[in-house]
């Protein structure tokens, strides 16, 4: 599946097995980028079959409904510049999901993770039918802050000690935001 991101030169595609070699690029050129960001990862976790599996099983995940993980791949190039997972999804009466992206460096302060995020939070919305996007970042992050701010997510909380990030234990603001369509 394919999402247009209308005037722009990249377009968010959810992520399948043939998709293995441009996504082992994208975490080989920016792993230390991400790294204060992320989780501390196995060593085979971007193995190139490490990868492939992970693409498989996503894509099944998109197929029944349950997480979209879409790749930001550039239109001229082929090249993967972010990506932007809606993951967890639960339906029922919660219908909600979590946010987590991220963005290659050469790509920060260029606009494409908000064009990104605004195109695929209307597919969530308008063709899921989700009622609530959550998302959280580190308090030091204000580049993660600013994107969320300006795509009108709200601050919900403050998560003492909530994810392991870096290796160590670490606070999160909470955000989320809610379909304009399901507001009370």
């Not at 085979?44 to 349950?66: H, K, M, P, V, W």
Request: aromatic fraction near 10%; proline fraction near 4%.
């Amino acid at each position: 599946m394919e999402l247009a991101v209308t005037g722009a030169g990249f377009y968010l595609k959810i992520l399948g097995p043939e998709d293995t070699g441009i996504v082992h690029a994208y975490f080989r050129e920016n792993v230390h980028h991400l790294a204060p960001w992320e989780p501390l990862r196995p060593a085979d976790f971007y193995s190139r079959e490490t990868l492939r599996q992970r693409l498989i099983n996503s894509f099944d995940e998109a197929a029944c409904g349950t997480a979209f993980q879409f790749g930001i791949i550039c239109r001229e190039t082929g090249d993967m510049l972010g990506a932007c997972n809606f993951t967890g999804i639960v339906r029922g009466a919660f219908q909600a999901c979590h946010l987590g992206y991220s963005v290659a460096e050469n790509q920060q302060g260029k606009g494409v993770m908000h064009r990104a995020l605004e195109t695929a939070i209307n597919f969530l919305f308008s063709e899921q039918k989700l009622h609530r996007i959550m998302a959280s970042y580190i308090p030091d992050n204000h580049k993660s802050e600013r994107v969320l701010q300006r795509l009108g997510f709200e601050r919900e909380g403050y998560a003492r000690s909530y994810l392991k990030i870096a290796g160590r234990w670490q606070d999160h603001v909470l955000t989320s935001l809610v379909s304009p369509d399901n507001k009370p």
